[in-house]
C-alpha cells in the first residue's frame, strides 16, 4: 500500500508549511532551505528508490543534509551500501500497530485488551457522545489547548493541524466527544489509501475519566470500516531502538488494542557538500 507521505494530498500539505515539492519517478520528494546553511532534501517511504534522482535533486538544490526514511529493510540495505547513516531521531514513527479490518466488530472487540472493551462500555454509560464536525478551528484551539495543560509547554501544532485537514479535504475526518454538551475530547483521521491513520487526539481530564478517549477511537475503527479502509494506524508507539520516554504513555494505551506491531527501519541520513 502507498505511505501517507507519498500521496498528492500530502504534497499539498507539505508545500503549505513551507516545503517545496518534487515529483520524480512516481515519487515524492520535499526541500527546505535553511538560511546561511543550504538546503534539506527528505524522502519518505517510497514505492521505489533510485538514487540517481536522489543525487540529481540534491545537486540542483544545494543540500547538505538528505533525509530518507526507508518503507522496509530492503530499502535500508540499499542506503546502507550508498553510505546513509541510521540516525538516532527518526521523523516518522518507526513503530506502530495496525489494526486490520477485514474482521466483524465483533471479532475486532475480542482482540482488544479486557479492560478496554470494559472502559468501551463505561464510556456509553457516562452519557459521552460523538459527534462528527467539519470545525477543524475548534479542534485545532482544543488540541493546543489539552497539549498545554497536560504537557506544561506550548506546542505549536495548529497549522500543521489545519493544513493537513484542509489538504484531505473529504478524506480527512474529524470526531468530536461530548459530555453533558462540553468537549471532553476529539480526534483527527486521515483516510487514504485504504488506510485510516490515527493523526491528532486531544482529552481533558474529565474526558480522560469517563474514557472518552476509548470511545473515540472504537467509533474511528467503525468509521474507518464503513469507508473502505483495510487498516487502521495508530500513527506510532514506543520503539525501544530510538527510545522516547513521554511516548510510554500513550504507547499503552494504543497496545491495549490489540492489532499487529509493525516495524520500520528508521531514518537514514547522508551529509554533503552543497556545491
Not at 530492503?74 to 489494526?99: D, E, G, M, N, V
Request: include cysteine; charged fraction near 25%; charge should be positive.
Amino acid at each position: 500500500m502507498q505511505d501517507l507521505r507519498q500521496t498528492p494530498q500530502y504534497a499539498i500539505y507539505m508545500q503549505k508549511i513551507g516545503w517545496k515539492v518534487e515529483w520524480e519517478n512516481g515519487c515524492f520528494y520535499y526541500i527546505k532551505r535553511l538560511p546561511f546553511l543550504g538546503s534539506v532534501i527528505k524522502f519518505q517511504r517510497p514505492t521505489t528508490l533510485d538514487h540517481h534522482d536522489i543525487e540529481t535533486l540534491a545537486k540542483k538544490y544545494k543540500v547538505f543534509q538528505v533525509i530518507l526514511e526507508p518503507k522496509d529493510e530492503s530499502q535500508a540495505i540499499t542506503l546502507k551500501s550508498h553510505f546513509y547513516k541510521l540516525s538516532k531521531s527518526p521523523f516518522l514513527p518507526s513503530k506502530t500497530i495496525h489494526i486490520h479490518l477485514n474482521k466483524s466488530e465483533e471479532e475486532i472487540l475480542k482482540t482488544l485488551h479486557q479492560k478496554t472493551r470494559y472502559n468501551i462500555k463505561i464510556a456509553e454509560r457516562n452519557g459521552i457522545e460523538i459527534w462528527s464536525s467539519e470545525d477543524i478551528d475548534q479542534f485545532a484551539d482544543f488540541w493546543q489547548q489539552c497539549a498545554k495543560k497536560q504537557r506544561g509547554m506550548f506546542l505549536s501544532q495548529k497549522k500543521e493541524i489545519k493544513e493537513i485537514f484542509k489538504a484531505f479535504g473529504e478524506h480527512a475526518e474529524l470526531l468530536f466527544a461530548y459530555h453533558n454538551k462540553m468537549l471532553v475530547g476529539a480526534i483527527l483521521l486521515i483516510h487514504s489509501n485504504e488506510v485510516s491513520y490515527y493523526m491528532y487526539a486531544a482529552s481533558t481530564n474529565e474526558g480522560k475519566k469517563l474514557f472518552a478517549p476509548t470511545y473515540l477511537v472504537w467509533k474511528g475503527v467503525q468509521q474507518s470500516k464503513w469507508r473502505g479502509s483495510k487498516i487502521f494506524d495508530f500513527e506510532g508507539i514506543y520503539d525501544d531502538r530510538f527510545p522516547l520516554p513521554t511516548w510510554k504513555g500513550f504507547s499503552k494505551f494504543k497496545k491495549s488494542w490489540g492489532g499487529e506491531e509493525v516495524l520500520y527501519p528508521g531514518c537514514f541520513i547522508k551529509w554533503r557538500l552543497p556545491v
